[in-house]
């Protein structure tokens, strides 16, 4: 099946690009109104901690954190600051923003990376069988096991795998990155990492693992019913070749789209694995954020999943095109 | 060790005090001779070298706790800063980075001698400078607590390089049990001086004088320290490494116990449901010492506001209501000691029993009701009330679901809320919106520092969290917390303490239930990780593997 180069037309990034903008900047003056509307604020969160402190103590702590501010001066210096791509400063952590969020978010990526390039694999070999096999014991035991995963707490299926694989059988370590009493380098520490990312990425692949089987089954079920299918098969093109080189291009559109949301929700999606495992992700960080009331940390964080989020449908309808090249971009 | 310390230690049988005068000045005289590292608790042998990981949870937010005193930064910090002073379980003060002190007769100063040949991480030596520093301008203006605690230290004085001499407006006996290095590090004065304290680097990567240095910091993940081979205690650190690990989970800190990767965790690292079975394993130690300096007690505050609260009788039928004996075994899993008033038994040298008592009687707690007015309807109720606790693990929503059953037996309905903690402390602190708020109430060390904000009616103070919220005033409880403040004298000191108690069970503002017992967690083979009050908020120079 040969086509000619899809067509991207410049027009149609820079319309996209201005939209992404605007989006992102709308999101975040919205984030800012409705985390006001949680009670209590940061300096309330670290007094709370310490168990104790006098009320010069919190004036101090809302001044240096700029909370006694009118709140449209604070909306006013948080807007400036995007606009410079200034993150700000965490009192909360002593630490830039912008390193605090950098730092975690190689875990993440690897974390989603790995998780999602197996669920997207294992759910198209999987939804595809199925739909092959479709009602007969194949389908039916694959379906029934997606169901299963798709069911069940992903922290709970985390836990479980934890306490089989780790603390009965010792094959994989409990949590954690890397083993940091090895202070291992090199290839020593990759490996290292990659088997602390077992487990992990596993729980998290099988949620969306689910998903993906069923998108595939339902995709493949549509289209193998299709003239064109019925052709290929007159040609005597074996049903394998079939299922995977004709009937899935068509059919893996709406599992493009769901990726594309898994892997733009990703940042934040993660926090229950995240949490099982002690992966030092940006999920944890935001959700602690939440918790301490650093706003400014989590307004950031929330900044950042926008454009990640508008990011990736841009490269989603990307790939329609390249898939499916008779979609059109306007 | 007691020989040692003549007439200061003496175990304290009510009529004794932990530091008093004389015995200061004792002490001062053999610590010189000592200079170990923690004189009351004889380490073990041990084997040499390794590395340790221990659990703090939740992660510390910053490493230095002069700035932010929360639990886990006191724990990290202590490890790398020290403070003047360490104290043993009956907390009688021994030796740190002073070697002697001595308060004058009429308590208005205090003279610390400073240990010689100390230096910083950084290789500066230790001097008065950095302590006086500390005390005045990293302390007493930016520690949560030390403020009031060193509210009446008015100058220090350093007339040569190793003294440091307080001077105080008042008397201020409650110092003397907040300089251990958890609660008031001190920090070293060349790196602080003349920067934005706040946002100085340091405070996360301290220069300290303790057993351990700092190396790194991955947040969300793990914090490494290394042995002070620089050490001013000879022996000490025993350890090469110590590695502290973020797990988050409490059933993950469970797995990576069991699975070995994890050697050390303090403050309730498992859940209180899986204590026995750690308890019962020769693969663990549980130890449930090593919280005496902070004794944080569950309580619950009453709004006086509320005009129902506001009668005696009904404050006391809510105790008379509760069955106090069987929730530290539903609630606590008996990892608890039953309070009798606003100070635990873990402070012996103030504890009293001789209390008003409130014995569980839901018969009396009825007539109480009836008798102030608040009969009970057709369908058994009197009226509703509303609970709320800050949503800090189980043990409170069990504890909340045990008051509701309980008071329901009387004919009070309990409305529970539980809200994350700003919530609760803007609804409980900032507006006053709550009937019942159960939350820790920590005494620390001393009722003054800890206690008195909850009972003193000039604590009120809208918008400042945990201080006396209830609105409870009392002129004599007042004059009684004032009085005992600036006591020197420590059996006169106890006598006022002990009518605070009374008084604070006649009262009842607050409903004093449990100090619960966060135990520490070890592996087989670790040796020394709890040899004080201090716990795991010990420098832990001596904490090594069998």
């Known amino acids: 099946m040969t086509a000619s180069p899809p067509r991207i037309p410049l027009s149609f990034v820079g319309k996209r690009l201005l939209y992404g903008m605007m989006t992102v900047f709308a999101i975040a003056v919205i984030n800012f109104f409705l985390l006001q509307l949680a009670p209590g604020d940061a300096a309330e969160a670290l007094a709370g901690e310490a168990g104790t402190a006098s009320p010069e103590y919190i004036a101090e702590l809302r001044a240096q954190f700029g909370l006694d501010q009118p709140l449209m001066l604070q909306l006013w210096a948080f807007v400036s600051r995007l606009f410079t791509l200034d993150l700000g400063y965490s009192f909360r952590y002593g630490a830039d923003v912008a390193d605090l969020i950098f730092a975690r978010l190689p875990a993440t990526l690897l974390l989603m990376t790995t998780s999602v390039v197996f669920a ?211 | 060790m007691t020989q040692i310390f003549g007439t200061q230690v003496g175990r304290t049988d009510g009529a004794g005090f932990a530091i008093d005068r004389r015995g200061l000045l004792a002490a001062g005289g053999a610590a010189g001779l000592l200079g170990g590292l923690m004189p009351f608790a004889a380490a073990k042998a041990a084997r040499a070298g390794g590395t340790l990981a221990m659990t703090i949870n939740p992660e510390p937010n910053a490493m230095v706790s002069a700035f932010n005193t929360a639990s886990p930064v006191a724990v990290i910090s202590a490890k790398m800063t020290e403070g003047l002073l360490h104290y043993d379980f009956d907390l009688n003060a021994h030796p740190a980075l002073a070697t002697g002190w001595e308060m004058a007769e009429d308590g208005l100063s205090i003279r ?129 490494r110590l590695v502290v690990r973020i797990i988050t989970d409490p059933s993950a800190r469970v797995a990576a116990f069991e699975a070995g990767e994890l050697h050390l965790g303090g403050d309730g690292p498992i ?151 700003p919530t609760f402390i803007r609804s409980v602190y900032g507006e006053y919106d709550f009937d019942l708020s159960m939350f820790p109430a920590s005494v620390t060390a001393d009722p003054t520092i800890g206690s008195q904000r909850f009972y003193w009616s000039k604590a009120i103070a809208q918008g400042t969290p945990f201080v006396n919220a209830s609105g409870y005033s009392s002129p004599e409880m007042d004059m009684l917390l004032e009085a005992a403040a600036v006591e020197p004298d420590p059996a006169r000191r106890r006598q006022f303490f002990i009518e605070f108690q009374q008084r604070a069970m006649a009262d009842l503002p607050i409903l004093p239930l449990a100090r619960p017992i966060y135990v520490t967690v070890a592996s087989a083979d670790v040796e020394n990780f709890v040899v004080g009050p201090e716990g795991v908020r010990a420098s832990y120079g001596s904490l090594a593997f069998a």
């Open chain 1, 120 to 330: 997207v694999i294992g759910g198209i070999v999987l939804g595809v069988t199925a739909a092959r096999f479709a009602n007969r014991l194949p389908d039916r035991l694959i379906s029934f096991t997606g169901l299963l995963f798709y069911a069940t707490p992903p922290f709970w299926i985390g836990l479980m795998m934890i306490l089989v694989f780790s603390v009965w059988f010792g094959w994989v370590p409990t949590s954690g990155m890397e083993n940091v009493l090895a202070f291992n380098t090199g290839w020593a520490r990759a490996v290292d990492i990659g088997h602390h990312l077992i487990l992990p990425a596993l729980t998290q692949a099988f949620f969306y693992l689910a998903i993906y089987i069923r998108l595939v089954r339902a995709g493949m079920l549509d289209v193998l019913s299709l003239e064109f299918i019925r052709v290929a098969r007159a040609k005597g093109i074996s049903e394998a070749r079939i299922g995977y080189r004709h009937a899935l291009r068509s059919a893996v559109m709406p599992l493009v789209t769901v990726v594309g949301t898994n892997v733009g929700g990703f940042l934040g999606g993660a926090v229950l694995t995240e949490t099982v495992f002690s992966w030092p992700g940006v999920g944890r960080l935001m959700f602690d954020a939440m918790f301490q009331r650093d706003l400014n940390l989590l307004l950031s964080i929330l900044i950042l999943s926008s454009v990640f989020v508008v990011v990736t449908n841009f490269v989603v309808d990307i790939l329609y095109v390249l898939i499916n090249p008779t979609v059109e971009l306007k």
């Open chain 2, 112 to 240: 610390f001698d400073l240990r010689p040949g100390v230096k910083w991480h950084d290789g500066v030596d230790f001097t008065s400078a950095d302590v006086a520093y500390s005390i005045l301008q990293i302390l007493r203006k930016h520690h949560p607590r030390g403020k009031s605690v060193f509210a009446k230290v008015t100058d220090v004085e350093t007339p040569d390089a190793l003294t440091a001499i307080l001077r105080l407006s008042e008397p201020a006996p409650a110092l003397m049990y907040a300089l251990s290095g958890w609660e008031s590090p001190i920090v070293p004065k060349h790196i602080y001086d003349g920067t934005d304290v706040l946002t100085n680097p340091a405070n996360n990567a301290p220069v300290g004088t303790g057993p351990f240095k700092f190396v790194a910091w991955e947040r969300g993940s793990h914090i490494i320290l290394e042995a002070n081979r620089d050490y001013w205690g000879s022996a000490a650190p025993v350890l090469d």
């Open chain 2, 271 to 421: 859940p209180v449901s899986e204590v026995k079975r750690f308890t019962e394993s020769p693969k663990f130690q549980v130890e449930t010492r090593g919280t005496e300096l902070n004794n944080s007690l569950d309580v619950v505050e009453l709004n006086l506001r509320n005009e129902i609260l506001a009668k005696p009788e009904v404050r006391q039928a809510l105790m008379h209501a509760l069955n106090r004996d069987l929730m530290m075994q539903v609630v606590y899993y008996g990892l608890a000691e039953q309070l009798t008033g606003p100070i635990p038994q873990s402070l012996p040298h103030l504890y009293t029993a001789d209390v008003p008592a409130y014995p569980y009687d839901p018969d009396r707690a009825r007539a109480l009701l009836d008798a102030a007015g608040h009969a009970a309807g057709s369908d058994g109720m009197r009226f509703g009330l509303r609970l709320i606790a800050p949503a800090i693990g189980d043990t409170y929503d069990r504890a909340a679901q045990f008051m509701r059953q309980q008071f329901k037996a009387v004919g009070i309905d309990l409305e529970l809320v539980s809200a994350d903690v």
